[in-house]
């Protein structure tokens, strides 16, 4: 409940200062009607405890305005108001009860405002109240000493209290105001550090996608390397080796006689054929020569060799680096085989196409479907090979078919 | 070795020293005259137009770029010199490749896979065919073609019997070649021939023509 109100009290400060001041002008309110007065000199007397009243209400926006208003009041009461040993000199500026406000206005001033101002202030203050006590008549009466030192006390001490613990709420908000500067200072110090984090992480993956994709390239440059070794060395020695055995051959088959040596050199032929034939095979799986001439040309020999019908529709305007169109390759091979084998497929359709910043492949076949992706599977190695190069692999293969596969890669790793 | 009674005048382009020795010293011991061995596309244009030979035996592969250069200069050459036979040889076989040769016209134009040198007798029997306007096909082609089922639409209407001969007639064979090969009668390979020009809607005015035409179908269906 407590807490409730001072909430309210925080949350709303034009109206909790509008009921204190309406509290000030209640508790004036017997004063008002006290003594002899005309109605128009009780009339000023209202209006000049509604001023001072008032003057609370805009005390936290215009701590030392209100205070120059009670002051400027107060200043004028002291001057025509205080009553010395008689009647008022002018009945709307006695003291009245209202002057309380100066107190409230005073404490404001210490707690919202710089110190030499509040000080400005107690010190004003003061000064009024020693003026206002010297004007006061029991000053002039039969015990001056006593009723000067209650009223120094009292005055004085009030006076004191209020700039003191206005000051002491200012203390408490310059405390809690330098702690939350340090406490944004380190949250913005704690900020760049984490930025310059990011910063660095951003630089480091930057780092390691170049360093990737020149090992990706690399990588795809050296099969290549291997496979023209393998051409221009051991395949073109076998296939002269080849080629000599197969005269041999025919010589002995020419010259009759030694039917054992004919085949020995025929057994020998048949081997260096065969192990041509394998050679090339294993070239081939290396890195396929007509590679070389780009993509379209490659998967047209694939479809071209494939026991299915192969529809290829290869649309690019630029080629991909070798190693994204080797990728491409091995994965169409491996696809087309797939539905070859497995999917009873009567006709598969390989399509190329660009997309933004590289090309997507679909390997579509109309066959059983029902095509998924098993931990250490054919489908699951090639969505490896391909995120290698932060690639996709997409299955879709409802149980009846069609399947399709989409890949998509970028033009470069 | 005996003498050939129709000695052919042979340009070698093979950028691999090994072969290209191994293919004149074969060639040359056959009775054959390599008039020149070169190892790349343009020392084989220059040879080609310097000596004009019967036949050009061009690899696939050579310098600077090792991917077509044979091809494209046996294309070149076969334009340039259409009485200039052109045998392009491969390490692999693509099919586009063969038929982008074999597109402009056939005669005197073979493609075969590197390895049929070791057979070395029916290599030199393609070399001569070519040199003599035949037409050479390596059978991986044609096995290659009669397996992708893509050609359906212009060949669905032979009989498998009937392919069987086409594919004989596309690497280059005589129909007595065909009738020993199939172990049957010349006739019947006749019938066959005649039965697959008018399947495939070839009129019977050159009959060498038609077979090259009916050879094409293959490459171009």
């Excluded at chain 1, 002057?99 to 000080?119: C, E, H, K, N």
């Excluded at chain 1, 004003?124 to 209650?150: E, K, N, V, Y």
């Excluded at chain 1, 694939?302 to 190693?323: F, N």
Aim: glycine share 8%.
């Amino acid at each position: 409940m407590n807490t409730a109100v001072n909430a309210w009290l925080r949350d709303h400060p034009w109206q909790a200062d509008g009921l204190l001041a309406a509290a000030l002008f209640v508790v004036t309110v017997p004063q008002l009607g006290a003594g002899q007065a005309s109605v128009a000199a009780r009339a000023a007397y209202v209006v000049v405890t509604v001023l001072l009243a008032g003057s609370v209400i805009p005390r936290r926006r215009y701590p030392v305005a209100a205070f120059a208003v009670a002051a400027v009041i107060a200043a004028a009461q002291i001057v025509f108001g205080v009553e010395t040993g008689g009647q008022a000199q002018v009945f709307a500026l006695q003291p009245t009860n209202a002057d309380l406000a100066i107190l409230v206005l005073l404490y404001t001033l210490a707690a919202y405002r710089p110190r030499p101002v509040s000080i400005a202030g107690l010190v004003l203050c003061l000064l009024g109240s020693a003026a206002a006590i010297t004007r006061w008549s029991p000053a002039h009466g039969p015990h001056p000493a006593d009723a000067l030192f209650a009223a120094v006390a009292g005055v004085g001490g009030l006076t004191l209290a209020a700039w003191v613990l206005g000051d002491s709420v200012a203390y408490r908000y310059r405390r809690a105001y330098y702690a939350s500067l340090e406490d944004r200072a380190a949250r913005l110090e704690a900020e760049r550090d984490a930025q310059a984090r990011v910063a660095a992480a951003a630089e480091r993956a930057r780092e390691l996608q170049e360093r990737r994709a020149r090992a990706v390239d690399e990588s795809a440059a050296r099969l290549r390397r291997i496979e023209r070794d393998l051409h221009d060395g051991a395949q073109v020695r076998l296939a002269a080796l080849a080629m000599t055995l197969g005269e041999i051959k025919e010589n002995l088959e020419q010259s009759s006689g030694d039917d054992r040596t004919l085949a020995l050199a025929g057994a020998a032929h048949q081997n260096a054929k065969d192990t041509l034939a394998e050679l090339r095979d294993l070239a081939r799986g290396i890195h396929p020569p007509v590679l070389d001439r780009g993509l379209g040309p490659a998967l047209g020999i694939l479809a071209g060799t494939s026991a299915i019908p192969v529809g290829l529709t290869v649309a690019l305007t630029e080629r991909p680096s070798p190693a994204i169109e080797a990728m491409a390759y091995f994965c169409a091979a491996e696809l087309l085989a797939n539905a070859t084998k497995h999917s009873g497929a009567r006709r598969v359709n390989i399509g190329v196409r660009e997309q933004d910043s590289g090309l997507v492949m679909s390997v579509t076949d109309d066959g059983d479907g029902g095509a998924r992706l098993v931990p250490g599977g054919g489908l699951a190695g090639l969505r490896e090979r391909v995120q290698t190069v932060d690639g996709r692999l997409e299955i879709d293969s409802p149980s009846g078919g069609p399947t399709i596969i989409t890949i998509e890669l970028p033009r470069h790793a | 070795m005996t003498a050939t009674p129709d000695p052919l005048r042979i340009v070698i382009a093979e950028d691999a020293a090994i072969m290209r020795d191994g293919l004149t010293q074969t060639l040359t011991r056959r009775g054959h005259d390599v008039v020149a061995a070169v190892a790349d596309a343009e020392a084989l244009r220059q040879a080609v137009d310097e000596y004009r030979p019967d036949v050009a035996v061009i690899d696939v592969r050579m310098p600077p770029t090792h991917t077509d250069e044979g091809l494209r200069a046996a294309q070149a050459i076969h334009k340039d010199h259409p009485r200039v036979g052109v045998l392009v040889f491969s390490q692999y076989i693509e099919t586009e490749s063969a038929a982008e040769l074999f597109a402009s016209a056939p005669a005197g134009v073979g493609y075969l896979l590197k390895d049929r040198v070791a057979d070395v007798s029916d290599f030199v029997d393609a070399i001569t065919r070519v040199a003599h306007g035949g037409t050479v096909l390596d059978p991986e082609v044609v096995r290659q073609l009669l397996t992708a089922s893509r050609r359906g639409d212009t060949l669905a209407a032979l009989t498998p019997r009937e392919r069987e001969v086409l594919s004989l007639i596309a690497q280059g064979r005589s129909n007595a070649a065909i009738a020993g090969t199939l172990f049957i009668s010349p006739k019947v390979v006749e019938k066959y021939v005649a039965n697959i020009f008018d399947k495939l809607g070839l009129a019977p005015d050159d009959n060498d023509n038609r077979r090259v035409i009916a050879a094409l179908r293959y490459l171009e269906s």
